[in-house]
């Protein structure tokens, strides 16, 4: 496995730097284009002792994409976050950052940073709360999570065709995986010596265009975390499959997605098998010309206590709403109100159960635009 991944990387760069010498000539390089999205947010927390929570007013993120085409097939893109910090700063992060070279609509190849293809939300819905129904992403795949990996850092090759009245895509890629701090996606190099490498295919049919089934394949090894000299997560080999089911559409807009990972301790014979799984069912109503969306969603996060990586004695035991990765419950219903084309208004009511904890109560008003 390790020799097809490293012919897959070397066959990868190759390819790369031939685009690079047969890149067409005269052609004009395309204007540089910016989009925007922010929001803000009220909420109530009843009954979240458990938890570090922070309710009130929240900033949001400032997010800008800069897309600039380089040539015909040169294309580069770039996702830059500015987040409030609790202290009262601000830190401003790059959160994709992808150089792209079109061979064909079959091949298409970059490097950078990626939102990792591994389940759907993660893909499709990016930094810029305007773009999704509710007003926060599924556990599974929260932004500074430790369950899916949400970052990835490497070489990706993309392609799509039309197969037996089947619409196809497919990404397969191999970069930096977890590094000590799961959350990580290593930016500044690999924390250990194993690539990780992932492989996706989703489908449409033609006779009914809305729907879409795909799944996805990661394969890494989690680094040892140290702290204070302390071992406090021994290293283990990942292998995470995820699946999904989606209907593209605003009457009704229905996402399902479904995630397990089996985690193998490298020393020791300790293993775990971890899942995570959400349905979400949304409905603009014509009757409000459109304007109101009613949706509902539920979660299902179940850690296996052995998990080396999840489990007691791993770095998804803290209690930290910030580190939460525990067995847990999550309802969501509330109303989107399009207030203008690129204004929306949510309104929300999230109630969540923590590993044995009494369920609490969350209550959001957020307000997210595009510009």
């Not at 085409?69 to 500015?82: C, D, I, L, Q, V």
Request: charged letters at 20%; aromatic letters at 10%; glycine letters at 10%.
């Amino acid at each position: 496995m390790k020799l097809a991944r490293a012919v897959l990387l070397v066959g990868l760069v190759s390819a790369l730097s031939s685009a690079a010498s047969a890149q067409p000539a005269g052609h004009e390089i395309g204007e540089l284009r910016i989009l925007g999205f922010t929001d803000m947010k009220l909420d109530a927390v009843d009954g979240g002792d458990i938890l570090e929570t922070t309710s009130g007013f929240h900033m949001g993120q400032l997010i800008l994409h800069l897309m600039r085409p380089m040539s015909e097939r040169w294309g580069f893109f770039a996702e830059t976050a500015t987040t409030a910090k609790s202290d009262g700063s601000f830190g401003v992060s790059f959160e994709r950052v992808i150089a792209r070279y079109r061979f064909s609509e079959f091949f298409k190849l970059s490097m950078g940073r990626y939102h990792t293809p591994v389940n759907w939300w993660n893909e499709s819905f990016h930094h810029g709360q305007w773009l999704q129904t509710t007003a926060d992403r599924p556990e599974m795949t929260r932004f500074g999570g430790k369950f899916v990996p949400v970052h990835f850092v490497g070489i990706m090759e993309e392609g799509s065709a039309t197969v037996a009245s089947l619409s196809t895509t497919w990404t397969a890629g191999i970069g930096n995986g977890r590094q000590a701090n799961i959350a990580g996606a290593g930016e500044g190099g690999d924390d250990d010596t194993h690539r990780a490498w992932l492989v996706g295919l989703d489908i449409r049919p033609d006779a009914l265009y809305k729907l879409e089934i795909g799944g996805a394949v990661y394969q890494d090894a989690v680094p040892p975390a140290v702290q204070d000299t302390v071992t406090i997560r021994g290293g283990a080999d990942e292998l995470l499959v995820a699946g999904h089911l989606v209907w593209h559409g605003e009457t009704p807009e229905f996402i399902a997605e479904y995630a397990r990972i089996h985690h193998d301790a490298i020393t020791g014979s300790t293993d775990g098998d971890s899942e995570a799984w959400y349905a979400q069912l949304g409905w603009r109503l014509a009757a409000a010309e459109e304007r109101l969306k009613p949706y509902v969603r539920y979660e299902r996060l179940e850690i296996d206590a052995k998990d080396p990586v999840y489990g007691a004695g791993g770095s998804g035991n803290a209690t930290r709403e910030s580190d939460r990765i525990a067995d847990s419950r999550i309802l969501t219903a509330g109303v989107r109100i399009d207030l203008a084309t690129l204004v929306a208004l949510k309104l929300e009511y999230q109630g969540r159960k923590v590993a044995n904890s009494d369920w609490y109560k969350t209550y959001v008003a957020q307000l997210a635009l595009s510009f």
